[in-house]
Every structure is written in C-alpha cells, then in structure tokens.
C-alpha cells in the first residue's frame, strides 16, 4: 500500500505545483478589486503541495503496509470496468454523427450482451427502450437529444 | 405567527394540482431510487434533475425535494423485506426489520418505519418553519465577511466529519475548490485554468461530476466486484400495525428518534447515516432489553428510521436560511436551486417567498404522499428487486448521459462526466471521501466572491475578519472544529504508527 500512497501522494504534490504555475499566470493582487484571480487559487495549490508533502514524510516514516484485500482487481473484473468505460467513451464520439438513439442503441446492445449476457431477443427489447423509448419520453419533457445524420433520431 | 401565515399561503400553492403531481411523481421516483440498490440519494437526485429542466422552479424543486426524502424511505423497504440497504442511512434497518420480516411481521416493521418517518419529517419541517425567519433575520446582518467566515464553518465540520482522515478530506475539499475556479473570474472577468478550451470557459458543472462521481464511479466499482448479484424475495407483507403492547415503546423511540435526528440536521457535515446508527445505539443504551436488539425489537425500526427523516427535513433549514448544504444531497438540491436562479440564504426567504414557503409546505405534503403511497404499494417496490443489476446498470449509464448532456446540450459535459467517473472510482478505491469535494463545488465560487469583496472592503486588510464580532465567532467555531477533528485523528494515527512498528 506504501508504495501506492507514495504515488497518490506524489500526483497531487505534483498538482498543486501546478495550480500554482497556473496561477501566476494571473494577477495574485488586482488593484481596484482586493485579491486577483491568481489569489485563491495560488493558496489553495500551496496548501495541497504542503498536505502532500505532510503525507508522504509520514509515509516514509511508517512501516510499510501491504495491499488491503481486493484492492488489486481480477481480471474478469477489469475487463467488465473496460466495457464499461469504453463503451461510454465510444458513445460520446459517435453521438454527434450518429445521433443518439442509435448510439444508444448499440451501447445497449454491447453492454446488455458482453456483461449482462441477456439473451437476444431481450437486449433488442431493452435496448429499444433504453434508446429509442428514451428519446421519445425525453423528447416529451422537452428535452433535446443529439439527432445525428439521420436528423430525425 | 407571520411564518404561519406565509405557510398557509405556501400551501395554497403546494396544493395546487400541478405541484401535487409533481409531488406525487417526486416521492415515487425517490422510493424507487431508494429501493433500487446501487443508486443513492445523492446520485438519483443528480440523476433525475433533467426531469426538471423544464419546469418552472417551484414545481422543479418540490419534485427534488420529493425525490430527496422519498429516497430516504425507499431504502428502509429492501432493508426490512430482503435485508439489502437501499442507501446508508437503512444500513442500521436491517438489523431488526430484516428480524422482524423473517417474524413474519414486515408488515409492522415497515408500518412503524412509516408512521415514525412521517412524525420525524412533519416535526423537523414545522422546525424549520419556527427557527426560518429568526434565523434568516440573524443572517441578514452578515456582509460577505461574516459569511465567508460562516462558509469555512460550514466546510470544516463537512471535512471534520468525513471519512476516516481529516487530510484526505482536506484534500478533497481543496480538489473540489480547484474544479470550482475553472472558467471566467467572477470579479474581474479573466478566463482561468481553461487552458483555450472553450466550453471550460462556463466553468465545470456541478451535475456533470456528480453524475461522475457517484453515477459511474458506484458502477465501475461494482463492475469490479461482480454484475452478477439478482436481488430476491417475495416481500410478503401483512398488518402494518404493530401489537399493542409496541405502540408505548415506539411512540418514545419515535420522539427520541425525532429530536436526534432534527439536531443533526443542523450541523452541516453529518449525514443521515449518523443519525439512524447514533439512534440505534442510544435506543439500545436506554432499553431494558439491550440484548434483544438484533433479534427484531420494533424500537430497532422506529427510532432509526424516524431519526433518518427527521434529519432528511432538518438538514433543509441551514440550506435555505444560510446558504449552508450540509450533506452531498443538499448540496445537489443547493446546486439545482443555483440553476433555476435561486441562490439559497437569508436573500431566498425576502425575494422569493412565495417559492420558499410553497416548498416547505410541499414538505408536509411530501411526507402525507409517502405515507400513503407505500405502505400499500410495499409489495410492488419488493417486486423491482428482482431486475439483475446488470440489467439496471445499463440502464442507470443511459440515464447519466441523457443527463450531462440535456444539462447545457454539450457533449463536452457528457465527456468531464466520463472522466469524472473515473476519478470518483478511483477515490473511492482510494478512501478518499467525495462529500468534500462536491460541497466545496458548489461552494467555491461563492467562498471566493465574499472573500474577495471582504478584502476589497477592507483595501486588503485581513484583519477584517478578525474586528467583526460575528466572524470572529465563527472563525473560533471553524478553528476548534479542525483542532478537534485532528485531535480525534491524532490518536489513531499514532496508534496505527505503533501497531505497524510492532508487525
């Protein structure tokens, strides 16, 4: 677990830094206004970069600690948080071309099949609904949704 | 009596047959989150504020608040009937409802989680009508200094409060001010931490991370385990009544409960989780049968779940007198209230009464709906159980998107949703408490602006938060808390550091 902490740690000691950069980019004090926009966030950088390093002298003086149980994913679990997530990115890239009631569509059709491993004719029905019946009772809410090349979906 | 009046003229409005509906719509929508596993208060809030994009901000935020507490209920049915908590706040539930359903008597179980919800939710709302305008009268005298100071009050007993280190939490509520400044300055119109990408510009939503966080966060966290888990049970419920011999010890329970709970809601940085597991063990510190707890005691249900509701509608009152959300759900609420042009605080109750008073009254009317609505209904909610999560999830992820993206039609937010999802999964792998960061959020811009003008006040003199009484007050408060709340940690600290020395 050390190990991981020093890299948590270490992430966020190196945002801060930064915050920091960025915010000298801005006026720290402005003239007429009090504090600049760069004033804020310039103390808040510093106070992360501090936690951070608070932390990771703890860390180093700590004995150290091995992995809490499960916290290394199984295999068959990292495949299921890949589908997941790329089907979610793949979804956002093809909305805007292909609208979203067929984007959706497939997304359904993909997750109901590689995770939920429903059969056929239920993943078409539930990914009917969870596109096409989604668009049509946001639709009713006044809610728009991408319609893609079709322009009507 | 002047709140009393304006009450009535909230109801008025309350009860128009629009406001009802949505009302009605809000507490269903809420049971069903709550029952539905995987899906707690703060993202189904979240989740259905697209629903209300539309409405006018009356209607919008009576449906929230529906959503908010009938999500509090909802969760108290999976506990009793199959002993699966809808949300962390039932946790405590299960302990005797699930007992007492396997009695056969889920039926006085979830009636006595009813009765004392409605008590604990009708007296915490007539609360709020009490303390609403003394206290927003008190806060009227505060200029940006003394709510600046009153703000960092807030955040500490949140950061104080939550998860197992103060430093996590810290950092936590740093990220969420970070996230927070992105976009244009509000004081003097420059563009930060937007790196030339356009829509930053507009700053990050809150509904968007929220989504992240909790939405595909809870999921890929579940993903990782199993999608395999079926809920099951027949929930078959009969009286709602509980024996005669019961009602004396569950009024007191319910009157503990209440009290308990509505004291809780006060302080920003509990949550209800607090307030049902600190009733529990005080009902079983005064019963003469400490030892029969566990084994389906009816004060195990009512204290409890009369404590959760109570601090459900409590917890409202800082939210609209100060401007102080004190729990993620609040903060979403605060959020939404912010998107239809409200800003919640002492300003809310003498610029927009007629809405503030028409949602408190939906409040009452809210807890009547809930009442009536599922008790009868107990055995339809048991029947949903049976969706396999991995069914619901896809749909959940649908929902998400429809709504990042209905929230501005940008894809942009679908995509920071995505990417929120990822960091809320990995500061839960991590322990990283996410109360802190969606309150600071929604707070940030506002800590900054009364920050800022303070000081420009001052010619930027910061001992102007030291001079006025009123902030000294609260800067003392905020100091003692995060001595206290390191204090507390200090100890385990030390104690883990010896622990590992001996390994």
């Known amino acids: 677990m050390s190990r991981v902490n020093y890299i948590v740690w270490g992430v966020l000691l190196a945002f801060g830094a930064f915050v920091i950069r960025e915010s000298l980019n801005h006026k720290y004090y402005g003239s007429d206004f009090g504090p600049g926009p760069g004033f804020f966030s310039f103390w808040l950088g510093m106070l992360l970069m501090v936690l951070s390093l608070v932390q990771i002298v703890m860390i180093y003086r700590r004995p150290a600690e091995p992995l809490p149980d499960g916290f290394i994913p199984s295999r068959e679990g990292i495949k299921r948080m890949l589908s997941i997530m790329g089907a979610l990115t793949a979804s956002l890239f093809l909305m805007e071309y292909l609208g979203f009631s067929l984007t959706m569509m497939g997304f359904c059709i993909f997750l109901l099949r590689r995770l939920g491993r429903q059969p056929w004719w239920l993943t078409l029905v539930l990914a009917v609904a969870a596109s096409f019946g989604a668009t049509y009772l946001f639709g009713l809410l006044q809610v728009m949704l991408p319609k893609g090349f079709l322009g009507f979906i | 009596m002047e709140a009393f009046q304006h009450l009535m ?49 009356t209607s919008a935020i009576i449906m929230l608040a529906a959503i908010y507490y009938g999500a509090m209920y909802g969760g108290t049915i999976t506990s009793v009937l199959i002993n699966v908590p809808g949300e962390a706040a039932s946790v405590v539930t299960c302990l005797d409802g699930y007992e007492m359903a396997k009695q056969g008597r889920a039926g006085a179980a979830l009636g006595i989680a009813a009765i004392g919800s409605f008590f604990g939710g009708t007296v915490a709302t007539f609360g709020l009508v009490l303390v609403a305008l003394p206290l927003t009268r008190f806060a009227l005298k505060f200029g940006p200094t003394e709510y600046f100071s009153l703000l960092l009050v807030g955040l500490t007993l949140v950061m104080g ?270 322990d990283f408490p996410l109360a802190p960061a969606i309150l600071t959020l929604i707070l940030g811009p506002l800590m900054e602006q009364s920050l800022r003008e303070s000081l420009s006040v001052s010619q930027g003199d910061f001992t102007i938060f030291f001079t006025r009484p009123i902030s000294l007050f609260f800067l003392i408060l905020a100091g003692v808390i995060m001595v206290t709340s390191a204090w507390q940690a200090w100890p385990a600290a030390i104690r883990e550091e010896s622990k590992g020395a001996e390994v």
């Not at chain 2, 109801?11 to 809000?26: E, K, Q, V, W």
């Not at chain 2, 959760?308 to 401007?323: M, R």
């Not at chain 2, 991995?390 to 949703?417: E, H, K, P, Q, W």
Request: charged share 10%; net charge positive.
């Open chain 2, 161 to 430: 409060l939550a998860g197992k280190s103060l430093a996590k939490a810290l950092v936590m509520g740093i990220l969420g001010l970070i996230f927070s400044f992105v976009g244009v300055d509000p004081v003097e119109g420059a563009p930060r931490f937007t790196f030339g990408v356009a829509p930053l510009m507009d700053g990050i939503r809150f509904v968007p991370v929220v989504m992240g966080f909790f939405g595909i966060g809870e999921i890929l966290i579940n993903a990782e385990r199993s999608l395999t888990g079926v809920m099951a049970g027949e929930g078959k419920v009969s009286s709602f009544f509980p024996r005669r011999d019961e009602w004396r010890i569950s009024i007191t329970s319910i009157l503990r409960g209440t009290g308990l709970g509505f004291f809780l809601g006060l302080i920003p940085g509990t949550n209800s989780a607090v307030a049902s597991f600190m009733s529990y063990s005080i009902e079983r510190k005064v019963s003469s049968h400490p030892d029969k707890f566990g084994t389906g005691v009816i004060e195990g249900v009512a204290a409890p779940e009369t404590a959760n509701n109570a601090y459900a509608n409590a917890a409202l009152i800082p939210l609209f007198t100060l401007g102080i959300p004190g729990s993620p759900t609040i903060a979403i609420l605060m959020g939404a209230l912010i998107m239809n042009g409200l800003t919640p605080g002492p300003l809310l109750f003498s610029q927009h009464a007629a809405f503030v008073w028409a949602v408190i009254a939906s409040l009452y009317i809210g807890n009547i709906i809930l009442l009536i609505l599922n008790l009868p209904l107990v055995g339809w909610w048991a029947k949903l159980l049976k969706i396999p999560y991995n069914i619901l999830m896809v749909f959940i992820l649908v929902f998400c998107i429809i709504g990042a993206y209905s929230l501005n039609n940008s894809l942009f937010d679908v995509g920071m949703m995505i990417f929120c999802g990822l960091l809320g999964y990995l500061f839960k792998k991590l």
């Open chain 2, 9 to 57: 003229t909230g109801f008025a409005a309350a009860l128009s047959p629009m406001n009802l509906m949505f009302a009605t719509i809000g507490c269903v929508l809420g049971t069903l989150i709550g029952v539905l596993p995987g899906l707690g208060p703060a993202a189904g809030t979240a989740l259905l504020i697209p629903i209300t994009f539309k409405l006018e901000p």
